[in-house]
């Protein structure tokens, strides 16, 4: 069987991508990470994809003339490695259509909250700032909107009268790094199907 091809984009500490990897690792996720691409050459991720033996696109933004100039480089590189899913976990950049039109359902996106509640930066602190008592973690589709694409699957997260900033957002990566190798191996094995703005789950499968 072809593999199944993926390339990781993000920004920081790279948790996420680590889970990725550990399922790889693991046996219980049966994709190839064909690319690491950071905007922060000097992000902890890339560490992290080093020993772990994926290959690494870090740059600068204000290298790059426009977002538009860096974004398409990113997509030949993408296109060179037949990538078949790209997701972004924890990549803290606006993307344009560049990227967006071209691989419109192969990119999702992982968010700390209950989408469409808390887009955007600061996601854990604007659930305590609303006193809300549950919130979550979100895997979506990425449209070009801020965290507006069709979602994937949501995991709800009780939030404690004495959570910090810092407590929430542990529970919450908790959370992120099952969720998200899990809503990764579903779409390898063929069982989300993305129609128009909704998102389906088959049980069986669809064969891939």
């Not at 419109?104 to 006193?131: D, T």
């Not at 965290?147 to 939030?159: N, S, W």
């Not at 069982?191 to 703005?197: M, Y």
Request: hydrophobic letters at 40%.
């Amino acid at each position: 069987m072809k593999p199944f091809r993926i390339a990781v984009f993000a920004s920081g500490t790279g948790s996420n991508f680590q889970a990725i990897a550990d399922a790889v690792q693991a046996g219980k996720l049966d994709v190839r990470i064909e690319l690491l691409v950071c905007d922060r050459p000097k992000a902890l991720v890339v560490e992290r994809a080093e020993r772990a033996g994926v290959p690494v696109f870090a740059f600068r933004p204000k290298e790059y003339a426009s977002r538009e100039q860096y974004e398409a480089e990113i997509l030949q590189r993408l296109r060179e490695r037949e990538i078949d899913l790209v997701v972004m976990a924890g990549y803290m950049r606006l993307i344009t259509p560049v990227l967006v039109e071209p691989l419109y359902g192969r990119m999702i996106n992982i968010h700390p909250s209950l989408l469409p509640s808390f887009p955007g930066l600061h996601a854990v602190r604007q659930a305590l700032e609303h006193g809300v008592k549950v919130t979550g973690v979100t895997v979506h589709y990425v449209d070009g909107g801020m965290d507006t694409g069709p979602i994937i699957a949501q995991r709800a997260v009780a939030v404690e009268p004495e959570d910090t900033e810092e407590t929430l957002s542990a529970k919450i990566h908790t959370v992120e790094h099952e969720l998200l190798p899990s809503v990764i191996r579903w779409i390898r094995e063929g069982r989300v199907r993305l129609e128009g703005k909704t998102t389906t789950y088959v049980k069986d499968g669809m064969g891939q």
